[in-house]
């Protein structure tokens, strides 16, 4: 009977045990993770979690009850040890196991401000999985004052979240606007009037100097020589690939866990899926940080296991909900060179990206039919006439079949 690890119990280790299941492995799985909690949702933690609007029970993705029911065993709070990719063993605890085949799904971490700073003070915060919420929530009262440093998504998820409880929300970013990485102008002009209106102090091109506090938090030097009083902070400055375990045990990194088309790491009989990964696309190298990623990368891992010879091509969306704003993202807009703006009403608006004639990516904000339609072109490698995306009068869905 065959054994199969997978470490890394978030969205693409859940994913990849129950594919396995489902397709009809019938041999031993073991889903190792380091959190004392089943697998769960990862994006609602910094919105309807923290809002107070989902039980922590509705963030499972599969009830506990579905790993004993399908034969899996599932190790809570087990963080891995070690790895002996030669004797193909792995450690948990005093525990030590082999393996035919492991899969890590490892996921990421999250910047931490440094410590010289004063990120160690109490009352630094970020946001990556349930024991970080868990710690900061109580801070979420009306009228206490947060500092929020970065600009990215996470950052201004959190910044609406505590706008909406009553919180007094100072924002900085040391960039020259916020969402500068990851989206074009109009995007962030977009969600910079979005918090404005709902009173977010949003500071660009001002950056950290230090935390002020003995013990606790109590102060921010900015380097624009601003001085805030603060209650608490949170830190959404990026996060990086959960590589530690791969990178002791000798396997190659690039950007993540370089793996290949069907999710081989340079190790024999590893495989890796979800955030921790580099894969290839469309001649180059990536590494994707999302949901649907993660579920449809460990997937394919979990048919090749089965000796599929599948690979994965990946069709990269996104989303971020903010107040009542939901953003979807279809495509990548790296090398773009020409926006295109399409409003239809006045609280959609969409933002296309062009690399030349060829169509990138779309932002579409409460514009759900512009997403999709978006997100199929891309798919199809179909770009269409800049001039009919800015005609309100189109008709998106004629499009696709054009």
Known sequence: ???????????????????????????????????????????????????????????????????SEHDIDLRMGRPVSHLDIDARKISISSETFEYDELVLTTGSVPNRLPGAIGGA???????????????????????????????????????????????KVTLVEQSERILQRV???????????????????????VGLDHLQGEVNVTGAMLND????????????????????????????????????????????????AGDCTSFPYRGGRIRLE????????????????????KEYVAAPWF???QYDVKLQIAG?????????????????????????????AVDAMNDPRGFMVGKRLIEGGKSPDPTAIMDPSTDLKALLRA
């Open 225 to 272: 020589h601003s001085e805030l009083a603060v209650d608490f902070v949170i830190a959404g400055v990026g996060i990086r690939p959960g590589t530690g375990l791969a990178e002791t045990a000798g396997i190659e990194i690039k950007n993540g866990i370089k793996v290949d088309a069907h999710g081989r790491t340079s190790a024999p009989h590893v495989w890796a």
């Open 183 to 205: 989206a074009a102008p109009e995007t962030s002009d977009f969600f910079r009037d979005l918090h404005t209106k709902h009173g977010v102090d949003i500071r660009e091109g």
């Open 319 to 321: 989303w971020s909900d």
């Open 332 to 360: 990548l807009n790296t090398g773009y060179d020409r926006v295109i703006t399409r409003r239809t009403d006045a609280d959609s608006l969409s933002i296309w990206y062009y690399r030349g004639d060829d169509l990138l």
């Open 290 to 309: 999302s949901v649907p990623n993660a579920i449809e990368q460990a997937e394919v891992v979990a048919a090749n296991l089965m000796g599929a010879g």
């Open 1 to 67: 009977m065959r054994h199969i690890v997978v470490v890394g119990a978030g969205q693409a280790g859940s994913s990849c045990v129950a594919k396995l299941r489902n397709d009809g492995f019938d041999g031993k799985v073991t889903l190792i993770g380091a959190e004392p909690v089943p697998p769960y949702q990862r994006p609602p933690l910094s919105k309807a979690y923290l809002l107070g609007d989902m039980a922590l029970e509705r963030l499972y993705l599969r009830p506990e009850s579905f790993y």
């Open 121 to 167: 003070l109490e009352g630094v915060h970020v946001v990556r999985d349930l024991s970080d919420v868990d710690a900061m929530s109580p801070r979420f009262i009306k009228g206490t004052r947060v500092l929020i440093v970065g600009g990215g998504y996470i950052g201004l998820e959190a910044a609406a979240v505590a706008s909406k409880l009553g919180l």
